[in-house]
């Protein structure tokens, strides 16, 4: 058995969203081999549920964020990291 198939599909959800929160605060989570595993495997559950992961509202939706901007409103409140 896998170990994602071990949880129910709303903990890895969860989990993604608590961390995905962070990536400002935490600039490391997005070199963390974790956090790309688990941003794969849902993105990959997702699209086999017919959702649109380039679609940022989509994508958003599915993963159960009620609070999440359009892209229009995201693009222009963007910031580069360094």
Same mark, same amino acid.
């Given at each position: 058995?896998?170990?994602?198939? *071990?949880?129910?599909?709303?903990? =890895?959800?969860?989990?993604?969203? &608590? +961390?995905?929160?962070?990536?400002?605060?935490?600039? $490391?989570?997005?070199?963390?081999?974790?956090? +790309?595993?688990?941003? /794969?495997?849902?993105?990959?559950?997702?699209?086999?549920?017919? &959702?649109?992961?380039? $679609?940022?509202?989509? =994508?958003?939706? =599915?993963?159960?964020? /009620?609070?999440?901007? *359009?892209? *229009?409103?995201?693009? /222009?409140?963007?910031? /580069? =990291?360094?």
């Amino acid at each position: 058995m896998r170990l994602a198939d *071990s949880y129910p599909l709303a903990e =890895w959800k969860l989990l993604y969203r &608590v +961390l995905h929160s962070q990536l400002r605060n935490q600039m $490391d989570l997005m070199d963390a081999a974790f956090f +790309l595993d688990l941003q /794969t495997h849902l993105q990959k559950t997702a699209q086999n549920e017919g &959702v649109d992961v380039g $679609d940022h509202g989509a =994508w958003d939706a =599915w993963l159960g964020n /009620t609070d999440a901007p *359009s892209c *229009s409103i995201r693009n /222009t409140q963007r910031e /580069t =990291w360094n």
